[in-house]
DNA sequence: CTGTTAGCGCTTTCAC
DNA sequence: GTGAAAGCGCTAACAG
């Protein structure tokens, strides 16, 4: 592997001017500026970054600490965070935390040993918190996604969650529906929290029958949506909801499929909705009536605020972007009597 | 950020005493180990990567490149990557090349001189070989994941291209159709070709009518499906094909998505089949007909193929594994008499 | 416009 | 068991 001074000594010029040619540095004769040209290409060299990095204490390297890249969701987040990364110059290094606070822990040390400018997380919880504090320890920008943090004040991009489900809630009562369960995750989750507010607050505000029964929650990771299932399937037609709100897509698809396998028919027997697609290419005919996020958005925004702030463009006070959420009418729900 | 010297001197030792008790080198006496530890505690000293880098040549980093995260092949492949590499104590920078030689040579140069131990891609096309060619040049080991290149010994995973044509194929010919046609990517794309090759046999073999009209190329970054649609749009109910072979999932979302902006239905129109599944999530109600590949599997396996080649645990010669595609029946697809 | 010197944080080599 | 010196590949600061 050729070093810079395998280039100077080919260019007959000091490691320096090499250098300076490399960072398109201060004015360097033409002719010189050629013929270290030629060497780099002649000897294909390609700088190494570990001793830049030694250096100039930045290593243009990001962390991206998501759930799950296989959840469509974040997938969106992880392009559009890539495609911002990319064009800044930058590289990205993802992981999947998995709502798992352990792993986002070891995700976290091994981010900050490498050196990272800066980290994009969507974190597991409020026990994160513990994780962020190792970041602010070493002063190390991030930008939150989807998810905030109680107590915890920094730059923010995520969706309108209490809108979103006012939204469906809307939609399953314009189309005749009363009784409408609700199917969810950890309330350290502040999103999973305030979807939670929101569909307690339509409730109330609708006067509609409420049966703590038909709240259900369980681990994003792990989850058993089969019990609520068999509490459905126990309760008389007339008790049970006719719609079910969820509040993901992953939770949603789990949910749809094994009511399928347990004989109850979506939207026949019961209408369901959920946030965030669960299908990264819309096609025609989707299934789920969703409430959509701009998922790419937040990857490409977050990434931006947390080049900007890397880079010292940002204020000293802390930046949130709140994006609206789109209602998309499909096939899950169904108009009752 | 505290560094190694600041260790030492908090712990009365010498550098190298620090560096022996990071890396569990040899015998150090009990006392000053604790001593160290105690100091690297309290100052939560993490160690510098790039400094470390700088010495050992390696990094623990490796490089992911593939076409577009946000399709759910690549998607569930960079899933598959992450868990074995997260395993086996590395990480994963990720880059989306969208079938462009350019962006791929970029990628490809950071990659390198970020010094990552290893890289598992998906080339663009054949011309990829120039980029292939930096990373021989650099000894950086890599293993090919769903392409193989013209003339490129590696280390390779990938599915069984022809066999899953020919299912298609066969799903195809059972239901009634006789004039199939085909949309496709470019041919420098190994398994565009391979594909490709098992439709012409196919239609030799069952002595199917062959227009050449009916087979349709085009990149696969900026499909352009909709002139093949107007095509079929102006040909006879009796001349066009019935059925239409995509062999890919964007290509056929894509395809479907304008055909039924232009009032062709499908399956009742015509029917339509792909390889890989465009969507992540397995829904009772999905849409396509067809051939999956274990696409978890292919980065799964292919990272620790990728590990063991540069952990020196691989032979001289190159492994390449070829995993079973699996038909999926589902309704983009309808017998005809 | 170009070169010299020193040093980033760590580990290898060799002493003791 | 432990330390001192040298150097990995690069660039900041200064000199010329």
Redesign the pocket.
């Known amino acids: 592997?050729a070093?810079?001074?395998d280039v100077a000594k080919r260019a007959?010029?000091?490691?320096?001017?090499?250098?300076?040619v490399?960072?398109n540095g201060?004015?360097?004769?033409e002719?010189?500026?050629l013929r270290v040209e030629k060497a780099i290409k002649e000897l294909d060299y390609i700088?190494?970054r570990s001793?830049?990095s030694?250096?100039?204490k930045d290593t243009k390297l990001l962390s991206l600490l998501i759930t799950d890249v296989a959840n469509p969701f974040f997938t969106s987040i992880a392009r559009g965070a890539e495609d911002k990364a990319h064009e800044k110059g930058y590289q990205l290094v993802f992981s999947n935390s998995d709502e798992n606070i352990e792993k986002e822990t070891s995700y976290i040390r091994s981010a900050v040993s490498r050196g990272i400018d800066g980290m994009l997380l969507t974190p597991s919880g409020d026990f994160s918190i513990q994780n962020i504090n190792i970041l602010t320890k070493y002063k190390i920008p991030f930008v939150l996604v989807d998810r905030s943090l109680k107590g915890i004040e920094s730059d923010i991009v995520h969706g309108d969650n209490s809108d979103g489900t006012k939204k469906l809630m809307d939609h399953l009562f314009e189309n005749g529906h009363r009784t409408i369960g609700f199917v969810t995750g950890p309330s350290s989750i502040s999103n999973v929290r305030e979807r939670g507010d929101a569909y307690k607050q339509f409730i109330k505000d609708n006067k509609l029958p409420f049966n703590e029964k038909w709240t259900f929650q369980t681990d994003l990771a792990r989850m058993q949506t089969l019990s609520y299932i068999n509490l459905l399937l126990e309760a008389s037609k007339e008790d049970r909801p006719t719609a079910i709100l969820c509040s993901n897509n992953f939770l949603a698809a789990d949910l749809v499929n094994n009511m399928n396998k347990m004989g109850l028919h979506v939207p026949d027997d019961i209408s369901v909705v959920c946030f965030d697609d669960p299908h990264a290419i819309q096609m025609p005919n989707s299934f789920f009536t969703v409430v959509n996020q701009p998922a790419y958005k937040f990857g490409y925004t977050g990434m931006e605020m947390l080049i900007d702030r890397i880079e010292g463009k940002s204020g000293k006070e802390h930046k949130e972007i709140v994006y609206d959420t789109e209602l998309i009418i499909r096939q899950s729900t169904k108009k009752i009597n």
Do not use: D, G, H
């Not at 007959?12 to 250098?19: L, Q």
């Not at 201060?26 to 004769?29: A, C, D, G, Q, V």
């Open positions: 592997m070093t810079i001074y007959n010029v000091s490691a320096m001017t090499v250098s300076r490399i960072n201060s004015s360097i004769k002719s010189t500026r700088p190494n001793a830049q030694l250096i100039s």
